[in-house]
């Protein structure tokens, strides 16, 4: 299983941008799914979650901002990044629960925020 990440690029304070990420397999249920961020020097940490009953979770930082949504794809999601700010700034990873101890991690997609 592979999880292709996209989206990331450059923007200036208050701009948007919008991540997505499917994974290469199809899978008979919907799994979890989650974005993270991470910047150097600093671990990993949860940017939002979506469940497999479509219950979302944001980090503090995000709330009102970034929304965690299902793609039109099984087992695909999008992080919509609105009102960006510099400190936004970071390589994205989405993540995808293959089961409660299993995760698989997409490759990295780097979102820098100019202010």
């Given at each position: 299983?592979?999880?292709?990440?996209?989206?990331g690029?450059?923007?200036?304070?208050?701009g948007s941008l919008r991540l997505s990420?499917?994974a290469?397999?199809?899978?008979s249920?919907?799994k979890?799914?989650?974005?993270?961020?991470?910047?150097p020097?600093?671990?990993?940490?949860?940017?939002?979650?979506?469940?497999?009953?479509d219950?979302?979770?944001y980090?503090d930082?995000?709330?009102?901002?970034?929304t965690?949504?299902?793609?039109?794809?099984i087992?695909?999601?999008?992080?919509?990044?609105?009102?960006?700010q510099p400190?936004?700034t970071?390589?994205?990873?989405?993540?995808?629960?293959?089961n409660?101890?299993?995760?698989?991690?997409?490759?990295?997609?780097q979102?820098?925020?100019?202010?």
């Open positions: 299983v592979q999880l292709q990440a996209s989206g690029g450059s923007v200036q304070a208050g990420c499917a290469s397999q199809a899978f249920d919907i979890p799914m989650a974005w993270y961020r991470q910047t020097g600093t671990e990993r940490e949860l940017v939002a979650s979506i469940d497999a009953g219950n979302t979770d980090a930082s995000v709330k009102g901002r970034f965690i949504a299902r793609g039109s794809a087992n695909s999601v999008y992080l919509q990044m609105n009102n960006l400190e936004d970071a390589t994205y990873y989405c993540r995808i629960a293959l409660k101890m299993i995760y698989m991690w997409g490759q990295g997609t979102v820098t925020v100019s202010s």
